[in-house]
């Protein structure tokens, strides 16, 4: 799998939008970038995943680069509930795929 | 989304003892469960991968007669911690996979808090 490259940590203030970037420069054309997020001692929460096209749902909000070299996750109106750590991995999507954790992104909502 | 429920969600053991922790999908059947630990302000480390009816496949440096894992069914999988000691105390986490289709999500159980005294 490929791997990513993330922020260590990042601020944002509640109510505004918390964008997250993620590079993975040497994904590879059956890979998708997926998102989790974990917060403190607690199992990681699915986000949202995409191959190439932009997707939003209920959570949040991802745009690929039309290269899909990088990738940002928008969560378009933080709360303090959403501090946590997020985590960007690409990997497969079929067969015995496993999901590998790099660092992830600390992201720090404050009132 | 889909439930996945890990039990205990604390335990804490004297050293020497072994542990057991269940990782049970609730709602789905699970072909594929992952193990994982994390110690604290880490990342989440792959221990290992459970198939249903066979032998568990260990990421390098996780020592299997250690770390024994049993996935008996399509909705438990087992992680024994044998003779535990204080430096396998740490976060440990789960997740299955579904059995239907093959774009399916994996999903985290709560993780299991163990303290080895």
């Known amino acids: 799998d490929a791997k990513t490259t993330q922020p260590p940590s990042m601020d944002c203030a509640e109510g505004r939008a918390a964008n997250l970037p993620c590079n993975h420069s040497?994904?590879?054309?059956?890979?998708?970038v997926y998102w989790y997020r974990q917060i403190h001692s607690q199992g990681p929460q699915y986000i949202i995943h995409g191959l190439k096209n932009n997707e939003t749902n209920e959570m949040a909000s991802l745009i690929i680069t039309e290269d899909r070299k990088s990738s940002t996750l928008i969560l378009p109106h933080a709360t303090l509930r959403d501090t946590a750590v997020y985590y960007c991995i690409v990997r497969v999507n079929t067969g015995g795929f496993k999901t590998i954790f790099g660092a992830g992104t600390r992201l720090f909502v404050k009132a | 989304g889909a439930v996945v429920s890990q039990h205990p969600s604390r335990v804490i053991c004297k050293s020497g003892t072994s542990v057991k922790i269940e990782c049970r999908s609730l709602d789905f059947q699970a072909t594929t469960m992952f193990w994982y630990r994390q110690f604290p302000k880490q990342s989440l480390m792959l221990m290992a991968t459970s198939n249903e009816g066979s032998k568990a496949t260990y990421e390098q440096g996780v020592e299997k007669d250690k770390f024994l894992i049993n996935h008996a069914s399509l909705t438990l999988s087992t992680l024994t911690v044998t003779s535990a000691h204080p430096e396998d105390s740490s976060f440990y986490i789960c997740s299955a996979r579904e059995v239907r289709g093959v774009n399916t999500e994996a999903f985290f159980g709560q993780g299991t808090r163990l303290t080895v005294v």
């Open positions: 040497t994904i590879s054309g059956n890979e998708y």
